[in-house]
């Protein structure tokens, strides 16, 4: 079963402490979301983030270790953001720092974005994506709430 949104999955109520039917503020918070794909040595895995999105984390559950475990790249829209080990275990990603690296993390643009990751041949795991879904410009406000529907 899935469920498509249209728009983030905000965190937040529509009246403020007192219920006196004003609309609480927007900066309430949004929902986490995950993505995970298994991964097969020497094949690309991709997954698809919605526009918009910051991504937060990206790991690899590796059951088997690459034949020759090494650090290949995780790109995002084809730029590459940090090096992910295929050796056996959990792995966290090394981003990058440079602002252009972290610009797009922030905020993946106003486009669906593929994050691509290629382990070595002889890998075995599953690849993880952590991101906040957004609107396309990296707001959390939902369109069509309050008093105004805009």
């Known amino acids: 079963m899935s469920t498509t949104f249209t728009t983030p999955i905000r965190i937040f109520k529509r009246n403020n402490p007192t219920n006196n039917g004003v609309i609480a503020p927007d900066n309430t918070g949004a929902a986490e979301c995950t ?10 895995t991709t997954v698809t983030i919605p526009a918009g999105s910051i991504i937060s984390d990206i790991k690899g559950y590796f059951t088997t270790a ?12 084809g730029t590459t953001v940090g090096t992910l080990s295929d050796a056996a275990g959990l792995n966290n990603i090394t981003f ?10 922030a905020n993946v643009g106003v486009n669906d ?12 795991g599953t690849l993880s994506v952590r991101y ?12 069509g709430s309050g008093y105004t529907n805009n």
Request: charged share 5%; no cysteine; glycine share 10%.
């Open 35 to 44: 993505v995970q794909k298994a991964i097969v040595g020497g094949t690309a």
């Open 113 to 124: 974005v593929t994050v691509s990751f290629t382990a070595d041949a002889g890998a075995v």
């Open 66 to 77: 690459a034949n020759t475990p090494a650090t290949p790249n995780v790109t995002v829209a």
């Open 96 to 105: 990058g720092s440079s602002s252009s690296v972290v610009g797009l993390l």
């Open 132 to 143: 906040t879904p957004r609107n396309v410009d990296g707001t959390i406000t939902a369109y």
